[in-house]
């Protein structure tokens, strides 16, 4: 059967997110430390992280919105020091810039460029990427996250919802994530075909196999071209 669609986890799949999360905890905490440095001493990084951390377990109904997690972690962090207008806003624009502010992983780019060229693309994501920012929104046909759709990975609606936005069935679509849980199982349960995009070389250990394995993505990409060659 072939694939009609493809859609495609982002963090970890087309760029290291870890450089960006650090990096932007640190534009954060520079800030504080210039504008409200009793807030920065009270809240250094690991606080700050362990805060945020506190907060998504105890705010379960948040667990598909990382961005609101975030913006409730700024809220707590301030009123423990006594403020009670916290700079929300400009703090997650610092960290919202600092975190798109991502490095592709070398195949990323010339891989989309050939998958966009034969089946149409649609990202999904639990995080707060925005491929607009990043400079990737051309080549997707629709973009999901959690927080749009109101469920994450890997529950099969937010799968699901990719396949009514194309217009193609579950069985039509590939999708392709490094997670073996969010991205594969996930995908699985939503009838979807899966590829496992194993850039470390771990061993499946996960249940099922996925349909696929890749290393990266311009074997996908080479896939995706045979497959087109031969369904044509």
């Given at each position: ?24 905890e ?43 997690q975030?913006r ?15 700079p929300?806003?400009?703090l ?14 070398p ?33 997707f ?9 109101g ?19 579950p ?27 194993n850039?470390?070389g ?27 060659l031969?369904?044509?």
């Amino acid at each position: 059967m072939p694939v009609r669609a493809v859609s495609l986890d982002l963090d970890d799949t087309l760029w290291p997110v870890l450089p960006a999360l650090i990096e932007a905890e640190h534009c954060v905490d520079r800030w504080l430390r210039q504008h409200h440095p009793d807030v920065a001493h009270a809240w250094p990084i690991e606080a700050m992280r362990e805060l945020r951390e506190k907060i998504a377990r105890e705010h379960t109904h948040l667990s598909h919105d990382f961005s609101e997690q975030r913006r409730l972690t700024i809220r707590h962090a301030f009123a423990a020091c006594g403020i009670d207008d916290a700079p929300v806003d400009e703090l997650w624009r610092i960290y919202f810039a600092a975190r798109n502010n991502v490095e592709l992983y070398p195949d990323t780019l010339p891989a989309l460029e050939r998958i966009a060229g034969h089946v149409p693309l649609v990202s999904i994501s639990n995080g707060n990427a925005d491929l607009e920012v990043i400079g990737l929104h051309h080549f997707f046909h629709t973009r999901l996250n959690a927080s749009g759709v109101g469920v994450a990975k890997p529950h099969p609606h937010i799968f699901l919802a990719a396949a009514e936005a194309l217009g193609v069935s579950p069985a039509d679509m590939l999708h392709v994530g490094d997670d073996p849980l969010l991205d594969v199982m996930g995908a699985r349960e939503a009838g979807m075909r899966t590829v496992w995009l194993n850039r470390t070389g771990e061993r499946w250990s996960h249940g099922p196999a996925p349909d696929l394995e890749f290393p990266d993505m311009t074997s996908l990409a080479d896939w995706i071209e045979a497959s087109a060659l031969t369904d044509g």
